[in-house]
């Protein structure tokens, strides 16, 4: 495949024909838009082993593509997109394609402080990792430990954070200082299916599995610290909480049926494309429109997923240290989305145009200055969270100006894997990646030795790499560097 360097950390792949099988028989497509990616070259050598090329210039085949098909640093193989993708077409005629959002819909991290140092906390933190995994239930098929009814099923997907607000499980900050405020207001519950709400009903409030994680952090390095103050961050060896979780089987059940609808719509609108997985339609078609409020449903539920996990959080620390929530300063720096579309303006060809902009594993990144950021960050950008593995780091940044122009305002989701877990499974043996973590001062609390086997640091790609990827290019900056000291895997 022809990949041109064309700057520093930038690689692109020209517009070209693409030969692909479609029910049958070989058709020619085009791509409408090159590719960038965004990697030094140890990054790319990793990108390079398995379908991330092929996937995103798939991708570049959509209709009402717009600029560029992006994968970022810490892409890797995915369902029809490439995880680490970003994509943006045209709002009134451009495709929407739920594989761009993926089955995890909402997936996400949200980062809170304390006043806590890691000298108080040391010595605790295999009992704390008890009472945590004890208050929040991790899983595979793990239960939450709500009992709702679908009345107030649909008023938590209709209403995103707005329902743990008015039901105590949220304080007015949670809402500010979360993407989107954590409501995405074209939310229809009525077009859920029964099949999802009874996968749903009994899972609000629980972590999953996979690489999901609740994490408690240190703070490692501070790169900027006037910017780390406000955000709440003053010194080396703070401790701070990460919760990285979604939708759960509601947003699986969700793109396994928008999925169907899109791909039932396709011959209806006449469309192609080179990979079945990229089945999309038209924007402001019904389908689109459904799947929009369908997934929406799905990102309400992402978001009080990880809220109740936060509140949970805040007891636990509060049973644990015999301390007032407000006396621990356990408060949220801020909370994004990974897996999501959202109709945005950004600039192309020197014209502001409103576009789906599609992020498959992939961070929203906005620079200072912009509408959407809470005002209290306005001025520094939106906080960008960048976690890395349960045996590396995760990074606090902000947005930069670059990033809209580079990216549609998106960065890195994470360290990307660049192996599958089945893979991790044959290679390393979750007893003895626990042992060694615990020697190095991270305690390790799973379901399963096949869990952190899975999870595996070997697995991903080096994060702190992925992450200068992305600062080198002024998409974001950094601003703080966290260290496990304590994780919970689902």
Known sequence: MNVNKVADNIYEIPQKALMARVEGKIEKFQMNVPVRIYANAYILEKIKNDRTLDQICNVACLPGIQKHAIALSDAHQGY??????VAGTDAETGMISPGGVGYDINCGVRLLRTNLQFEEVKKSIPSLLNTIFHNIPSGLGSKGKLNINYSELDDVLDNGLNWALDNDYAIKEDIEHCEENGFLKNADSTLISQKAKQRAIKQLGSLGSGNHFLEIQKVDTIYNESIAKKLGIFNKDQVTVMVHTGS?????????DSLRNVEQAMKKYKIKVPDRELACVPANTPEAVKYLQSMACAANFGFNNRQLITHWLRESFQEHFKKSIDNLDFNLIYGVCHNILKIEEHEVDGKKMKLNVHRKGATR??????PDLPIDYKGIGQP???PGTMGSASYLCVGRPKAMDLSFGSTAHGSGRVMSRSKATKLYWGSKIKEDLNKRGIVVKAASPKIIAEEAPGAYKDI??????????GIVEKIVRLVPIGVVKG
Do not use: K, Y
């Not at 702190?464 to 290019?473: E, G, I, K």
């Open 80 to 85: 029809g997109f490439c995880i680490g993708g």
């Open 248 to 256: 759960r089987a509601l947003g699986h059940q969700v793109c396994t």
């Open 365 to 370: 990144a906005f620079p200072p200055g912009h």
């Open 384 to 386: 960008a969270l960048i």
């Open 464 to 473: 702190d790499q992925v992450v200068q990827v992305s600062h080198d290019l």
